[in-house]
């Protein structure tokens, strides 16, 4: 039997709450609800402490206290929970941004529940699958530029020694680069790459994406050296791997 899938509502609005609660449950979804992103943090870490942990966020972006952007960053940094924003109708650099920090996804208020639940099935289908993709074996390390990339732990370590860690949407587009360095590749060829979230079919995803991984390789947007803008074609990797 499939394990029943764990969401966590966080909105300080109570009738959103009651009303995703509502619809979440009667479609088997076992549902948490958060008041703030304190609360929040509270139940994420009692469920994953009683091997219950969740494995979606949906959050709106505009919470009292530490705001929903904030969060996000926070949660992606340490794990791979789905995150589906909240936000307003007038929020659109929000939504920019809160893809930036690493959510997945985004709805807008108002809610439609229908819609909510069908992104919401994706993003949890998408998460179970790259969880079991991910069971190393062996360690693999593969060196480009000054940089190793361990792809059991997909993780980034520089130079120094020093480890960063790398989203699953990071890694595949890594990976991606890694396999076709020296070639331009368009946006099209890396979306069909990147199949682990339910990405929004447009160029800016990549884009988004592109950014989150030059900031993480230190490579400079304004005169990058590793990810390379070719305008009118795609990204061109430059680095030649090989096995460390």
């Not at 139940?43 to 206290?65: C, F, K, N």
């Not at 929970?81 to 997945?104: F, K, M, Q, S």
């Not at 990339?149 to 370590?157: F, P, Q, V």
């Not at 991984?213 to 230190?218: G, N, P």
Request: charged share 30%.
């Amino acid at each position: 039997m499939a394990m029943v899938p764990r969401v966590l509502v966080v909105d300080d609005d109570p009738v959103i709450r009651e009303l995703l609660r509502t619809y979440l449950g009667d479609e088997g979804y076992e549902v948490f609800c958060a008041a703030d992103a304190e609360q929040a943090e509270v139940l994420l870490a009692e469920t994953s402490h009683l091997g219950q942990p969740v494995e979606l966020v949906l959050l709106d972006i505009r919470l009292p206290g530490k705001d929903g952007l904030t969060l996000t960053r926070e949660l992606r940094v340490r794990s791979e929970i789905g995150i589906i924003l909240i936000t307003g109708r007038n929020d659109e650099i929000d939504r920019i941004v809160g893809l930036e920090c690493g959510a997945d996804d985004y709805v807008i208020k108002p809610l439609n529940p229908r819609e909510l639940v069908s992104r919401t099935k994706n993003l949890v289908r998408r998460v179970r699958h790259a969880q079991a993709e991910h069971s190393p074996v062996r360690q693999v390390l593969k060196q480009f530029g000054d940089w190793l990339l361990d792809a059991d732990r997909r993780r980034i370590i520089d130079s120094s020694g020093h480890e960063t860690l790398l989203t699953q949407g990071e890694f595949q587009l890594l990976s991606t680069f890694l396999r076709n360095s020296g070639h331009t590749l368009n946006r099209d060829q890396l979306m069909d790459q990147i199949r682990n979230r339910e990405w929004l079919p447009n160029d800016r995803s990549i884009d988004v994406l592109v950014g989150r991984l030059r900031r993480k390789l230190r490579d400079d947007p304004a005169d990058p050296q590793l990810i390379i803008t070719i305008h009118g074609a795609g990204y061109l990797f430059t680095a030649t791997p090989s096995e460390a």
